[in-house]
């Protein structure tokens, strides 16, 4: 993944450091990335793809309409729109759920997207609000952010969303 994929534009990293909790890894001061996430139920996320992500393997995701559905792997690099997997149209809402226990993902609040919402990906095994990330169920958008320690620790705000 050249370092060119990132919109550091629109990530914004607003802590220093991250919790031992969450295992986020910072890279180079720009890169944000994932390791390990977790369903409701506290299935890994992470590795059930057959893609890797620049040696990193992906976040995996159970999406769908009504129409379609399948795995669909995320970069873990916060902020890499890098994905594989069933695609669908953009600007449609779809459901997210866990790959492994079809459970599907909280809501934590409305997106900046004004249609969708942001579903809560937890960060530790222990499933705890105070470490998680939260993704966007509307397919294209791709406001994100990752909780650390009960504060956002990077927020991706994607400016081509807004008017």
Known sequence: MPKDD???????????????????????????????????????LVGHG?????????????????????????SPFHGDHQKYGPSFADGHKVKVLCPVCKAEFEVIGKCTCDEGE???????????????MAVCDVWGCYHSRVIDNNEIFSEFVDSSWQD
């Open 6 to 44: 990132i919109n550091r534009q629109d990530l914004k990293i607003l802590q220093e450091k991250p919790s031992a909790e969450a295992q986020i890894m910072v890279k180079e001061d720009v890169y944000i990335i994932v390791t390990q996430a977790f369903c409701p139920n506290g299935h890994n």
């Open 50 to 74: 057959e893609h890797t992500f620049d040696g990193y393997p992906g976040i995996c995701l159970w999406v769908q309409d009504e129409d379609r559905q399948g795995m669909v792997e995320l």
């Open 118 to 132: 942001l579903r809560s990906i937890y960060l530790s095994p222990k499933r705890q609000t105070a470490h998680q």
